[in-house]
């Protein structure tokens, strides 16, 4: 077992991207197809086992952006979790609701604070794949992301992605060249097992996730989706995107239940809302996918997606999802001509703004000062980039 | 002809409604249902004709709310339209292109201000009509409105509604109680004469307008068309809309040709959009229509009319028909937790916004001055009231 040995001995950073639903949510739920894509912003996990000379028998976790450090004696996590010592890391499972629960006892111990509270789950996830792909192992895993948290860009599926990433590329379940500098893609086979873990991660955050997050941070570019299909479309364009994040904090669950209301009080209307919305993200797929020719090529396609853009934002306001944030936004972003529809649940969330090739730095710059006056919060990302990578460092 | 006598000492005054679209507008050019209804201002026409003993000559039209007053001696009227001597008030004609261009010559004797110069082709309406109906006759007319010209409230129509029913009431092709006191509505056939005159008189203004205007200031109430067909509706229930004049001028013709080119470039999603807002309009007819039984009952139809409101502006915004202005109007609205949408042809113009029959005065106050530190006009109508109605005065 040279290569496990080695292995032990390396750190390991895995980076997995934020993604954003470019058309199509919402309608979604009502049978329409939706686009989303990976935007040029990471969560990092890295990711290393301490020396038998450091005589250290914890497993610790950083998450650097909040500011909050945990630590479990691996004998206290083998002695409240026995049940996961007979996983698979070549197999993913669910977590049982019994093992919730003795996960969450553990995450209490740590005494979180109530501001940060929110975070718990996410705990409860790092304990759960720790656990089930590497066992009872001290460890130091630190995370850091560039991606706001809970603002719908996907932060816990990147989370989870990243993670199971990091766990198996140290795990016997992959088989990687250890070699390798810099980042490194893993093959077909293996995001898909990281895909299937990261999937199971989001169920413990989220209940009923969708997939659709940590399979677009696994493969990066852009998937098409309807009634629960999933297709990788390959994007034949760099498209980049201003992300507003209002701050304005929503209520997923209530604003698709309010859609749905909205259908059943007006079923004809908003069937033919949803049929609009359904041409839209294949519009858009198709243009996405189709072959770029020179600049004025690229100009007239920019075009065509910001017109989908405000038509999908005026569906959507239509569905009653819009806010008066995201509304602000759109103003303001208009007053520069340019195209911004809200994205995911809306109610507030994040809104994004197509940025044309051709447009100047100093109107981003404009634009962007303009929205952050407002307390908004700017971000610039390359869309439908690449997925999951990894890195191995020295040993440590 | 004694009756005739009589008349023509009397002084008549006949008023005509405005109107808005509730729903439905753009849409209906590409086949979907729309909903017009009259509102509760009005423009009124005053038409007296001199006594022999007052030795005048001239036909004398004044717009005071624009303080211009005009006057042509009748024996020049004469002379540049000998061919209007053989018209007949009963039958009404459209005006030939020849007519058109030596009316266009008297009005330009007149030399309107550059400024007004707007007004000229309601001006050779005036002359049209008046010479048709009632031939070379020196009169006197005068003119009020309580209508914004220009903003899309059905301004020219109410003008042509409210003259021609001056002018048939003193001729004698219309039978009425010359002794009644106060408003008087006229019969079924004189309503469609009056009717067919006005649209001719919108012809000259317009070119090609779509007869609801004029029906709708006709015959009041409120009006479902679709492809060139008009129904009647019979309101069931009090509607009191506040309107707020954006002063943003526009040009219907290329708004309505901006959506048929989007329409062309995404057929499909334009489609479902038409359609979704076709289901709206009768949704909305048929709420109106429905009896209401009480204070519960009206505040449920009104968060349905709404909420349909609402949703009609969705897609209205999804058409790319709405201005900065009109979203102002929008987010000023929404801070009261009152639902706009913009009607007419959009890109500026006018925004409904509906008051609920138990919102506070109070409220209404707020939002108008809100609203008016804005720069924009309030008005505050009632919806689907009377149409035409005309007044004889004493003997002048």
Chains 1, 2 share one sequence.
């Not at 553990?106 to 720790?130: C, D, H, M, R």
């Not at 599926?157 to 490194?184: E, K, T």
């Amino acid at each position: 077992m040279h290569q496990t040995r080695e292995r032990e001995r390396m750190e390991v950073k895995a980076r997995a991207p934020g993604k954003i639903i470019l058309a199509g949510e919402h309608a979604v739920v009502h049978r329409s197809t939706a686009v989303a894509a990976s935007i040029g912003l990471y969560t990092y996990v890295s990711l290393h086992f301490p020396t038998d000379s450091d005589n250290d028998d914890t497993l610790k976790l950083q998450l650097k952006d909040v500011a909050l450090e945990f630590s479990w004696p691996v004998g206290r996590i083998k002695e409240a979790l026995p049940e996961l010592g007979s996983c698979l890391a070549s197999s993913p499972t669910s977590c049982s609701p019994e093992t919730i629960k003795s996960i969450a006892a553990l995450v209490e111990e740590q005494n979180i604070p109530e501001a940060k509270i929110g975070l718990a789950a996410g705990v409860s996830t790092f304990l759960w794949l720790y656990t089930s792909i590497q066992g009872y192992k001290p460890a130091m895993v630190v995370v850091t992301s560039e991606l706001p948290l809970g603002s719908g860009l996907g932060s816990s599926a990147a989370f989870c992605v990243s993670l199971s990433a990091a766990l198996l590329a140290l795990s016997d379940s992959v088989n990687l060249d250890y070699s390798h500098q810099g980042w490194l893609t893993f093959e077909e086979s293996e995001l898909e097992l990281v895909n299937k873990w990261a999937f199971e991660g989001e169920k413990i955050i989220h209940g009923k996730p969708s997939g659709i997050d940590n399979t677009v941070s696994t493969y990066g570019d852009m998937i098409k989706f309807r009634s629960g299909n999933l297709t990788l479309i390959k994007s034949n364009m760099t498209l980049k995107m201003l992300i507003t994040n209002t701050k304005v904090g929503r209520n997923t669950k209530a604003l698709v239940a309010s859609v749905s209301e909205r259908t059943v009080r007006h079923p004809n209307t908003m069937a033919a809302v949803f049929s609009a919305v359904d041409s839209i993200s294949k519009e858009l797929a198709t243009i996405i996918q189709s072959p770029g020719y020179n600049d004025l090529a690229i100009t007239e396609k920019e075009e065509r997606l910001e017109e989908l853009m405000e038509m999908n934002q005026g569906l959507l306001q239509c569905m009653g999802v819009s806010h008066a944030s995201i509304e602000t936004v759109l103003r303001t972003t208009l007053k520069y001509k340019l195209a911004s529809k809200l994205t995911g649940a809306g109610g507030g969330g994040c809104v994004l703004t197509l940025l044309p090739t051709l447009l100047s730095g100093t109107i981003v710059d404009k634009v962007i000062a303009d929205l952050e006056s407002c307390g908004f919060q700017c971000l610039i990302a390359g869309i439908g980039g690449k997925g999951l990578e990894i890195c191995f460092g020295g040993s440590s």
